[in-house]
C-alpha cells in the first residue's frame, strides 16, 4: 500500500517535470524567455549544490556526534571568531552569485526593444484582450485613420521583434505567452512594455497572469506566429472593409495550399489539414488547423443549447444594425457600430475562438453566446440577449440570424 503510494507521488511527482507541455515556460523559444530560462538554470543548479553541502554536513554531524552510552555531555563553548566570518562571508558570496546574472537578466529583460520592431498595444479588459497595431492603418471614412484592432488572437510574423505596450481599461491584468514571454503587469494609467522575437511558426497558448476578477481564469488568448507573408495578408485582410473593395493585397511568395496557411509544430505539422483556398487568401488560421491543445474544451452550460434553426446573413445584418449590438461592438463595414466595451468584430468570422478563448468559433457557441454571455461566462459584461432569459430578447431564429452574419465577417 504504501509503496504503491510512494510510486504514485513519484509518477505525478516527475509527470509534473515533463518540459514538452504546450503551456511551459521551461522550453522557451524566443531570446526573451531563453534569458529568463538562464538564470532559472543557474539558481536551480546553485540551490542543488547548497541543498547537498549543507544537507551532508547536517547528516555527518547528526551521526558523528550522536549520544553514546557512558560518554559525558561535551563541554560548552561560547563565540569562535572564525566561524562566525564564515558563516557570514559564505551567504555574502552566494547572495552575489544570485545577484550578478539576475540583474543582469532584468537589465537585459527591461531593455528597450530595437528600432524597427513591430508595435502592438494590449490592453487589458475584464475579460478579454484587446491588440492593437498602430503601424498599420486605414484611411476611414472622411479621413479618419483607422487603426488595425482585433481582440483574443494575436498575429506575430516570425523573425521581426515585437514590442509589446501593455495598458489596462480597469483593473490589473498580466500578460503571458508561456513559451514566448512574459509574464508583465498591465497597469491603469501606466504603460508597461515588453519584447522578444518569435522564431517558429506556430499556435501558443496565453493567459492572464494576475487575478482580476470573476472570470480572470476564462481571460485567455491565441497567438499565432506566422510567416511575414502571412502577416501580410492577415494584415491587408483585417485591414479591408467587409463587403467593399479589398485593398491590394502584397505579393504572396510561399503558399502551399495542401500544407495549412502556416506550419504550426505540434498536432497540426503533424496532421496537416488541406485549408481551402479562400482561407489562405486571408493569411487567417481557421479552427480546423487549430492544434488540440489550443482547443478549448468548456462545455456549454443546461438549457443553452440552440439547434435546428439555419441563420440568414441578411435577416442577422438588419439585426444588428438596429440592436443593441452596435452600442458595444465596433464593425469597420457598419458606420453606426463604432462601440468601444466590447471587441472588435470587424473581422470576427476570422477567428478561431469566442469569449476570450474559450470556446470555439463556431455557430452552436455563438448562439449559445449571444443567448446567455453571462452564463457562458461568469462576469460578462454583455449580458444575456435571448429569451426565456430575457423575455423580449431575441428568439432562437433571430439569434442564428446574428451569429450567420458575424461569422461572414472574415
Ligand atoms: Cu485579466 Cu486576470
Not at 507521488?9 to 507541455?21: Q, R, W, Y
Not at 522578444?196 to 476578477?213: M, Q
Not at 455557430?363 to 435571448?386: E, N
Amino acid at each position: 500500500m504504501f509503496a504503491a503510494a510512494l510510486i504514485a507521488v513519484l509518477a505525478l511527482t516527475l509527470g509534473g517535470c515533463g518540459t514538452a507541455g504546450p503551456n511551459s515556460t521551461l522550453t522557451p523559444t524566443t531570446e526573451f524567455g531563453r534569458e529568463i530560462d538562464r538564470l532559472f538554470n543557474i539558481l536551480f543548479i546553485g540551490g542543488i549544490i547548497v541543498f547537498v553541502l549543507v544537507e551532508a554536513a547536517l547528516l555527518y554531524t547528526v551521526i558523528r556526534y550522536r549520544r553514546r552510552e557512558g560518554v559525558p555531555a561535551p563541554k560548552h563553548v561560547h563565540g569562535n571568531t572564525t566561524l562566525e566570518i564564515a558563516w557570514t562571508l559564505i551567504p555574502a558570496v552566494v547572495l552575489a552569485f544570485i545577484a550578478i546574472p539576475t540583474v543582469r537578466s532584468i537589465f537585459r529583460t527591461q531593455d528597450r526593444a530595437i528600432p524597427g520592431a513591430l508595435e502592438v498595444e494590449v490592453i487589458g479588459h475584464q475579460w478579454w484582450w484587446e491588440f492593437r497595431y498602430p503601424q498599420y492603418t486605414r484611411q476611414g471614412a472622411g479621413g479618419k485613420i483607422d487603426t488595425l484592432v482585433t481582440a483574443n488572437e494575436l498575429y506575430l510574423p516570425v523573425g521581426r521583434t515585437a514590442n509589446f505596450a501593455l495598458k489596462s481599461k480597469d483593473v490589473l491584468h498580466s500578460f503571458w505567452i508561456p513559451q514566448l514571454g512574459g509574464k508583465r503587469d498591465l497597469i491603469t494609467n501606466h504603460t508597461n512594455y515588453i519584447w522578444f522575437t518569435p522564431e517558429s511558426t506556430a499556435v501558443w497558448n496565453g493567459f492572464c497572469a494576475e487575478y482580476c476578477g470573476t472570470s480572470h481564469a476564462n481571460m485567455r488568448l491565441r497567438a499565432f506566429t506566422v510567416t511575414q507573408a502571412e502577416f501580410d495578408k492577415w494584415v491587408a485582410n483585417q485591414l479591408s472593409v467587409p463587403g467593399a473593395p479589398a485593398p491590394a493585397t502584397p505579393p504572396v511568395a510561399q503558399v502551399a495550399p495542401t500544407t495549412g496557411a502556416q506550419t504550426p509544430t505540434g498536432d497540426v505539422a503533424r496532421t496537416p489539414s488541406p485549408v481551402p483556398q479562400a482561407q489562405l487568401a486571408t493569411g487567417t488560421v481557421s479552427l480546423e488547423q487549430l492544434p488540440a491543445y489550443a482547443l478549448p474544451a468548456t462545455p456549454i452550460p443546461a438549457n443553452l443549447e440552440i439547434s435546428g434553426v439555419t441563420g440568414d446573413v441578411s435577416r442577422g445584418e438588419a439585426i444588428f444594425r438596429t440592436g443593441a449590438c452596435i452600442a458595444c461592438h465596433t464593425v469597420a463595414s457598419v458606420p453606426i457600430a463604432r462601440g468601444v466595451l466590447g471587441p472588435n468584430l470587424s473581422h470576427f468570422g476570422s477567428r478561431t475562438t469566442i469569449g476570450a478563448g474559450l470556446y470555439p468559433n463556431d455557430a452552436r457557441h455563438l448562439m449559445a453566446w449571444i443567448k446567455d454571455a453571462p452564463s457562458m461566462k461568469p462576469g460578462s459584461l454583455m449580458p444575456a440577449f435571448g429569451r426565456p432569459k430575457i423575455p423580449s430578447g431575441y428568439t432562437d431564429q433571430q439569434i442564428a440570424d446574428i451569429a450567420a452574419y458575424l461569422h461572414s465577417l472574415k
